[in-house]
């Protein structure tokens, strides 16, 4: 069984901060990439930033420049660093891990339960 753990949501003022983080648990062999999405109301859930083996990361053009993602490999965890929030970054913030449960499977996708990130105007 593999978990994904959030934390770090919240409501901030526009032009704020917050860090999310997203530790990994289980039976995990290795974890490949680690990422953030995102879903406001009414919208598709969307890739906001993403990081790989070789700390290779690539972001939504809406959030460069303001989130950095970053990772501890010896914890599983991934964390978010967002700054100069904006109102239309409201949503539910999701954890996602692509990872091996051994070192015969496959790769599958796992999903953290998610993180609501309010930003007032």
């Known amino acids: 069984q593999v978990q994904l753990v959030e934390s770090g949501g919240g409501l901030v003022q526009a032009g704020g901060s917050l860090r999310l983080s997203c530790a990994a648990s289980?039976?995990?062999?290795?974890?490949?990439?680690m990422g953030w999405y995102r879903q406001a109301p009414g919208k598709e859930r969307e890739m906001v930033a993403r990081?790989?083996?070789?700390?290779?990361?690539n972001y939504a053009d809406s959030v460069k420049g303001r989130f950095t993602i970053s990772r501890d490999n010896a914890k599983n965890t991934v964390y978010l660093q967002m700054n100069s929030l904006k109102p239309e970054d409201t949503a539910v913030y999701y954890c996602?891990?692509?990872?091996?449960?051994?070192?015969?499977?496959?790769?599958?996708?796992?999903w953290g339960q998610g993180t609501q990130v309010t930003v007032s105007s």
């Open positions: 996602n891990a692509q990872l091996r449960r051994d070192y015969s499977d496959p790769s599958y996708s796992y």
């Open positions: 289980g039976m995990i062999f290795s974890i490949n990439r």
């Open positions: 990081i790989a083996s070789g700390d290779n990361t």
